[in-house]
């Protein structure tokens, strides 16, 4: 496949890095400012050298991606909300060129799925989003694999930063400021954590995920939210005195979306550590399913990307 991407972010850039190993061919990549393209193929070592080093990553516009022969869309732009843009324009452009789109920018899918299913249906291209929920973690696919209708709840844990930084808490007995200033010292929390620590990022996901079950519905206005900046280092003593702990848990069905602390038991599966994630995948027909593993990162959600490519119909 022939993928055009836009965004040159960790996501963009490792999408363009490992593509190759997946059997396809970047003929362009752009960020907000500059573009490469070629329709023979970009020189995706130089141009990611270029990005890197503070340089444009090529000489054409952004806008010239959709200019160009390719098969699909890869729209790995930074997440928006309300109304998701620019990504939901670059998905509606793309299909209603009839060229495949597969998204890691999670607006999309949270706040327009109704939007993005009819744009598809009147389309020769297909839309494809498992990099929008758990990184690497086959989330949509064990969904699409066990059919959404016999999925009845999935619930876990859907952000590392915030798991990050509860675990630090419980295990050192430190207060939550402490532990977020350690994680931004790491790269492991933003300078803005908002997104993180207030249960957004984590919301999104049970979002989209909420939407499969339902065929649409939902946006992060639908959701209960509740965020980890208030939790005390004494709830956690507390809790450890049971032989429980707390973790950002979310819970996407057919009917709600809520995502808060919760008490887990301290050995439970839900109980994972550092920036790990987790997802139950309650089913009528094959019992409880689990996945885990980092549900971030660049290496690791490009190759949910590369991986949708994969499923997409060739011409």
């Not at 390719?70 to 299909?95: N, Q």
């Not at 619930?155 to 295990?171: E, H």
């Not at 649409?216 to 980890?228: K, N, Y």
């Amino acid at each position: 496949m022939r993928l055009a991407i836009l965004g040159a972010g960790d996501v963009g850039r490792s999408v363009a890095d490992l593509a190759s190993e997946y059997g396809h061919e970047v003929v362009a990549i752009a960020d907000s400012s500059d573009a490469a393209v070629d329709p023979s193929g970009i020189d995706v070592e130089r141009t990611l050298e270029r990005k890197v080093g503070n340089e444009p990553v090529g000489t054409a516009a952004p806008e010239d991606v959709f200019e160009t022969e390719y098969d699909v869309l890869i729209e790995a732009t930074p997440t928006t909300l309300d109304d998701a843009e620019p990504g939901f324009t670059h998905t509606k452009r793309a299909l209603e060129a009839d060229r495949h789109v597969v998204l890691a920018n999670k607006g999309p899918v949270a706040e327009r799925y109704g939007e993005l299913r009819a744009l598809e249906a009147e389309s020769a291209g297909s839309i494809r989003f498992e990099a929008t929920v758990g990184g690497a973690i086959p989330v949509l696919s064990t969904i699409e694999d066990s059919t959404p209708q016999a999925v009845t709840t999935v619930r876990g844990v859907l952000n590392g930063t915030a798991n990050f930084i509860l675990t630090r808490m419980a295990a050192e007995g430190l207060d939550y400021e402490h532990v977020l200033a350690e994680a931004q010292d790491l790269g492991v929390a933003e300078a803005d954590p908002t997104f993180d620590v207030d249960g957004t990022d984590a919301a999104l996901k049970f979002v989209i995920l909420a939407n499969v079950l339902s065929d649409g519905g939902f946006s992060l206005s639908d959701a209960t939210v509740e965020g980890i900046q208030n939790i005390p280092g004494s709830a956690l003593d507390l809790a450890a005195e049971d032989g429980r702990t707390i973790r950002l848990i979310g819970e996407a069905t057919r009917e709600s979306v809520r995502v808060g602390p919760r008490l887990v038991p301290e050995n439970g599966a839900l109980a994972v550590t550092g920036t790990r994630n987790i997802v139950q995948i309650e089913t009528r027909h094959a019992g409880s399913l689990a996945s885990s593993g980092r549900g971030a990162g660049g290496p690791e959600t490009a190759t949910a990307v590369l991986s949708d490519v994969g499923r997409l119909p060739t011409r």
